[in-house]
């Protein structure tokens, strides 16, 4: 069973994608997950990639995000992702895309949205193979200082090119990297 955990909508039962390609973050991981972001979570703009039940996004917004942005390619996962929606009732900020991530992105990008939070899970056979990271640093989606999360197997060895590890967390076969979009320097 996926729930809420913290926030406004604690509690609240979501609903699984019936689809063995759709891997809910375990609880335990995604409690530790938003125990690290909730002093930066507050009112930020987050593009929930890959995102399944929606459950990281739903999250995010009963911790105090401003806003979520779902992407995900499979037409039933966003049909769930609407009905978990309605179920903590936040339809008016919230936005659900179906359509293959990198492609979202471009017309993310060719909108003019920018991001402070994203989290990407990935199936792990796309990671290389579409690389969701080289996207979202040629499309300039991520705000200066922003957080990108990756959550992918622990035996996996994916090195984007764009982004070094800030901080790495393993829990059992999961493991979650976080990147950060540089800083602007000023003309100091």
Known sequence: ????????????????VPSPLVRPMPQRLKETLFNILHLFI??????????????????????????VVFVDEF???????????????????????????????????????????VFLDPPYVLLEERNPLKVL?????????GIIILRQHRRLDFQPKFYSPERE???????????REEETKGNG
């Open 75 to 117: 037409p039933l996962a966003t049909k769930i992702i609407r009905e978990n929606i309605a179920k903590c009732e936040v339809a008016e900020r919230t936005r659900v895309i179906t359509k293959e991530f990198n492609r979202a992105v471009i017309q993310l990008a060719q909108e003019g949205r920018r991001f402070d939070l």
């Open 42 to 67: 507050q009112d930020k703009i987050v593009l929930d990639g890959f995102a399944g039940t929606g459950s990281l996004g739903l999250e995010a917004l009963s911790r105090g995000a401003a806003e």
């Open 137 to 145: 640093k040629k499309r300039k989606v991520v705000n200066p200082g």
């Open 1 to 16: 069973m996926i729930r809420i955990i913290g926030g406004e909508f604690k509690g609240r039962k979501l609903r699984k």
């Open 169 to 179: 967390i393993v829990r059992g076969d999961d493991k979650l990297i976080f990147y």
